[in-house]
DNA sequence: CACATAGTATCACACAATGATACAAATGTC
DNA sequence: GACATTTGTATCATTGTGTGATACTATGTG
């Protein structure tokens, strides 16, 4: 299973699902600092996409201060934290937001609360122990 | 605090955005048979937005035998359940694919285990809570 | 019947995402 | 050192789609 995936059919900008899912990875731990990115047009060709669009999602990333991009050298991640953009509680209420959401698209699809609990431990327990993998995979696509 | 929110900022189109929590609301029985919708003037007023646009969130959710439209005569709220679209693994899938990223996006903002642990719960017990809902809000704008 | 209310249809506009293509900088190779 | 290769960057066009303004139609009400 490729680590980086995208939906065409999402209303989600593809590049905007990229720069989600490599912030992911850095945050989890996947990609750590000194991790070369695949250049854009292996990235692009394995997904499927333009080479302008991963491009832009690296650039998006190079902006936050998370990656460093050089013509003829590569993508390399330089940091593995960025700086919060917005006001806490702000940023507490859009994380709530996007929370209940996701839940809420549980019940709906018919899980019932034990189902739902399940994934969440599988997930909290993926996500936070990603800070010390166990394996280091090829964390790309 | 209205009940239904739309942000203008967001990349997922406000139709999108409004069909998802109308698809919320009913879920969690804050809308139930028979409940009248606002008339799409008056929720676009509120919200804001072009009435085209609440018109077609209603008209998507009509499609999917959740609401009926009859001019002259409003909304209103035919069936709490949708069949559901894709095939389970899938939706599972898909249900925890978007789990996991509203996960990370806690821990990205800087949320540790314990805290986001609090915010699941909180929303659990919100959602499932909504089966029996205490006060029959007007559950609109 | 007249008027208000509510959903529906049509049309236009603007923006943004994506893609094709060309350019520029760094690196490696002989 | 010349040249090809690799890699990111810039430019431009296209196209889809979301949104909005406006007009139309059906239903309810007095």
Redesign the interface.
């Known amino acids: 299973m490729r680590v980086i995936t995208v939906s065409l059919a999402s209303?989600?900008?593809i590049h905007?699902q990229l720069v989600?899912e490599l912030?992911?990875l850095i945050?989890?731990g996947g990609l750590r600092i000194g991790h070369e990115l695949p250049p854009v047009r292996q990235l692009a060709n394995d997904l499927g996409i333009n080479l302008n669009t991963v491009a832009r999602a690296y650039r998006e990333l190079t902006d936050a201060g998370l990656l460093a991009s050089a013509r003829g050298r590569g993508t390399v991640v330089i940091a593995t934290?960025e700086r919060?953009r917005g006001r806490p509680a702000e940023?507490?209420r859009r994380?709530?937001s996007?929370?209940?959401?996701?839940?809420?698209?549980?019940?709906?699809?018919?899980?019932d609360?034990d189902e739902?609990?399940t994934?969440?431990d599988?997930?909290?327990a993926?996500?936070?122990a990603g800070d010390r993998p166990h394996r280091q995979p090829d964390a790309t696509a």
């Open positions: 209303p989600v900008p905007d989600a912030r992911r945050a989890s934290v919060p940023e507490r994380i709530e996007t929370l209940a959401a996701a839940l809420s698209d549980a019940k709906i699809a018919g899980l609360l739902t609990r994934l969440i599988r997930q909290l993926r996500i936070w």
